[in-house]
């Protein structure tokens, strides 16, 4: 099992960025498939990003590709959402999650544990 903490939201203007960080415990971190989904007002939680065990293997959203970058250190157990020209339609609150799986699952169903949720909010 695995617990997971979210930091690092805030108020940012448009095309500036930030960096999303999320804290795991538990010993058996590296056999988790971390991701990162996001949930704006009204809307479903939506995928955003997905690492692979050992940080080889990304998969972005289209709407996010070459804006975000996803990273993970097994050593420090933290997976990091670099997020680069943002935009008001990244308003969300943004979600970490660990899935058993295999692949690199986009589907929120397919994750196991998440975290609390950070808010980022993009002004115009």
């Known amino acids: 099992q695995v617990q997971l903490i979210e930091s690092g939201g805030g108020l940012v203007q448009a095309g500036g960025s930030l960096r999303l960080s999320c804290a795991a415990s538990?010993?058996?971190?590296?056999?988790?498939?971390m991701g990162w989904f996001r949930q704006a007002p009204g809307k479903e939680r939506e995928f955003v990003a997905v690492?692979?065990?050992?940080?080889?293997?990304?998969v972005y959203t289209d709407s996010v590709k070459g804006r975000f970058v996803i990273s993970r250190d097994n050593a420090k157990i933290t997976v990091d959402l670099e997020m680069n020209s943002l935009k008001p339609e990244d308003t969300a609150v943004y979600y970490c999650?660990?899935?058993?799986?295999?692949?690199?699952?986009?589907?929120?169903?397919?994750?196991?544990?998440w975290g609390q949720g950070t808010q980022v909010t993009v002004s115009s």
């Open positions: 690492i692979s065990r050992r940080g080889v293997s990304t």
């Open positions: 538990g010993r058996t971190y590296s056999t988790y498939i």
């Open positions: 999650a660990a899935s058993e799986r295999f692949g690199l699952p986009s589907s929120k169903y397919e994750y196991d544990y």
